[in-house]
T-cell receptor, first 112, second 112 residues
Framework: ELKVEQNPLFLSMQEGKNYTIYCNYS?????LYWYRQDPGKSLESLFV?????AVKQEGRLMASLDTKARLSTLHITAAVHDLSATYFC????????????FGKGTLLTVNP | NAGVTQTPKFQVLKTGQSMTLQCAQD?????MSWYRQDPGMGLRLIHY???????DQGEVPNGYNVSRSTTEDFPLRLLSAAPSQTSVYFC???????????FGSGTRLTVV
């Protein structure tokens, strides 16, 4: 059974600081997703990482994937208040990678 | 395209009542799935379908039924609602051969 662990689950940051969210998973997969969710809203896709060593960046967020270590990271650079949200990683599995297994999410609060 | 449409957005049920959560997509996506989101648990897969007439169980299928008679629709049925089914339900779809999922806006269900 695939297990996905995110840490930390809660993260309080000051504006301008850097931090990393970690996503570990238990079985082989080469497809990993990062989502953002604002309170009361649906999931917004941030990144899809498809191969070992994949790195993607969008604004102050950068995601990477190490399939050998079964680890993905979401790095936040110079945080701003607008980044406050819950961030989820999800790992694909099953035939044609149809099934997503989500981490429990990281609630990020960026304080002025 | 309307994307993935979920109805209703909010629902309150009494224990033992039945209801159907609707999910429709107009993008001709082969793959559709239902997730539930509970505080601190991330999203968990309930049922999924890889095409019309084909459904399968996810991680937490008990108490839920699904069918897929058309490509567009993937309803989720609660036959006898229980308080443990109080949750936010998300429907998602993805075309075959693509990596990107589209999530609906969610249905917030309370069972009293």
């Amino acid at each position: 059974e695939l297990k996905v662990e995110q840490n930390p689950l809660f993260l309080s940051m000051q504006e301008g600081k850097n931090y990393t969210i970690y996503c570990n998973y238990s079985t082989t997969s080469d497809r990993l997703y990062w989502y953002r969710q604002d309170p009361g809203k649906s999931l917004e896709s941030l990144f899809v990482l498809l191969s070992n060593g994949a790195v993607k960046q969008e604004g102050r967020l950068m995601a990477s994937l190490d399939t050998k270590a079964r680890l993905s990271t979401l790095h936040i650079t110079a945080a701003v208040h607008d980044l406050s949200a819950t961030y989820f990683c999800a790992v694909a599995s099953g035939g044609s990678n149809y099934k997503l297994t989500f981490g429990k999410g990281t609630l990020l609060t960026v304080n002025p | 395209n309307a994307g993935v449409t979920q109805t209703p957005k909010f629902q309150v049920l009494k224990t033992g009542q039945s209801m159907t959560l609707q999910c429709a997509q107009d993008m001709n996506h082969e793959y559709m799935s239902w997730y539930r989101q509970d505080p601190g648990m991330g999203l968990r897969l309930i049922h999924y379908s890889v095409g019309a007439g084909i459904t399968d169980q996810g991680e937490v299928p008990n108490g839920y039924n699904v069918s897929r008679s058309t490509t567009e629709d993937f309803p989720l049925r609660l036959l006898s609602a229980a308080p443990s089914q109080t949750s936010v339900y998300f429907c998602a779809s993805r075309p075959q051969g693509s990596n990107g999922y589209t999530f609906g806006s969610g249905t917030r269900l309370t069972v009293v």
